[in-house]
T-cell receptor, first 112, second 109 residues
Framework: EPEVTQTPSHQVTQMGQEVILRCVPI?????FYWYRQILGQKVEFLVS????????KSEIFDDQFSVERPDGSNFTLKIRSTKLEDSAMYFC??????????FGPGTRLLVL | DAKTTQPNSMESNEEEPVHLPCNHS???????IHWYRQLPSQGPEYVIHGLTSNVNNRMASLAIAEDRKSSTLILHRATLRDAAVYYCILNSGYSTLTFGKGTMLLVSP
């Protein structure tokens, strides 16, 4: 069964550094999402992406965040200058049509 | 997104049925009722969804009230691997998922 994959599974970085989280959505899916989950808290929406542009973003998704689909398979989330509060699990999800979202296993980001 | 209300936690014994309730009194006509679950240290996983009629799949059943203001996720025989947080989410089409706190299901052997 096709699945969403994410790399790396874990990343440790220093505050102020840039990080890029990578996702490979399911191949025939059209809509892509990033969510995050701070330890012990709810899963929160960050951004959705369709047709090579952002379709919706939350208040969390400020200027330090960006997303890109650099080729036909990858979908990336970049955090330009990480803060301690960016430590969280980051989940990528994708959807083909009006159905369910398929989530990846997540990247655990730790900012020191 | 319309809001849903779920109990914080529920307990079950292994191999017994589990009924997880969800209230969504402000549901709109285009909202689907989705259930996702999140096992420890994993990403959310789709369980089942429906609009008006009851639904069955290999994982669970979804019973939807006639007025659509509530629904119940039914796990017919709980296993230890079903221990997770279960989220009831209203969603229409491609819109983003708004997760609440969900119901933490504890399954005892």
């Amino acid at each position: 069964e096709p699945e969403v994959t994410q790399t790396p599974s874990h990343q440790v970085t220093q505050m102020g550094q840039e990080v890029i989280l990578r996702c490979v959505p399911i191949s025939n899916h059209l809509y892509f999402y990033w969510y995050r989950q701070i330890l012990g808290q709810k899963v929160e929406f960050l951004v959705s992406f369709y047709n090579n542009e952002i379709s919706e973003k939350s208040e969390i998704f400020d200027d330090q965040f960006s997303v890109e689909r650099p080729d036909g398979s990858n979908f990336t989330l970049k955090i330009r200058s990480t803060k301690l509060e960016d430590s969280a699990m980051y989940f990528c999800a994708s959807i083909r049509e009006e159905e369910t979202q398929y989530f990846g296993p997540g990247t655990r980001l730790l900012v020191l | 997104d319309a809001k849903t209300t779920q109990p914080n936690s529920m307990e079950s014994n292994e191999e017994e049925p589990v009924h997880l309730p969800c209230n969504h009194s402000t549901i709109s006509g285009t909202d689907y009722i989705h259930w996702y679950r999140q096992l420890p240290s994993q990403g959310p996983e789709y369980v089942i969804h429906g609009l008006t009629s009851n639904v069955n799949n290999r994982m669970a059943s979804l019973a939807i009230a006639e007025d659509r203001k509530s629904s119940t996720l039914i796990l017919h025989r709980a296993t230890l691997r079903d221990a997770a947080v279960y989220y009831c989410i209203l969603n229409s089409g491609y819109s983003t998922l708004t997760f609440g706190k969900g119901t933490m299901l504890l399954v005892s052997p």
